[in-house]
């Protein structure tokens, strides 16, 4: 079960920021080949962000997302899941896809507890 949290600022207009989440739950599992209900997705607003020593605005702020997932995806899997993720950000939120970070994160399993028990 991947969990993908999204740090960005918040969009001129609140509805797309569940229209992008709904787009990374979808891009995410048919590029890692899982069922949707299985993808987990949080906006994380951001209060603020720079580019170095510059303030940006919506328009020209950056997005960092983090995917944490379970060990054990071929590279080929997760490279799919990270462009995926990158699109669906970037078209939902109308940003340039240069600007979306995604960063995968592997979990071990026995460091996991989820659906109320130890995932390993």
Do not use: K, N
């Amino acid at each position: 079960m991947p969990v993908v949290q999204i740090h960005a600022l918040p969009p001129p207009s609140p509805d797309r920021v569940d229209a992008c989440l709904a787009a990374v739950v979808t891009a995410l599992s048919d590029g890692l080949g899982c069922e949707p209900a299985g993808v987990w997705a949080q906006w994380c607003a951001a209060a603020a962000m720079h580019t170095g020593p510059q303030r940006r605005d919506f328009a020209g702020h950056c997005p960092v997302v983090i995917i944490r997932a379970r060990r054990g995806r071929a590279p080929e899997q997760i490279a799919q899941g990270l462009a995926a993720t990158a699109a669906a950000v970037a078209t939902s939120l109308g940003l340039p896809l240069d600007d979306v970070w995604v960063h995968w994160q592997e979990l071990d399993p026995a460091q996991v507890f989820a659906g109320g028990q130890l995932q390993g």
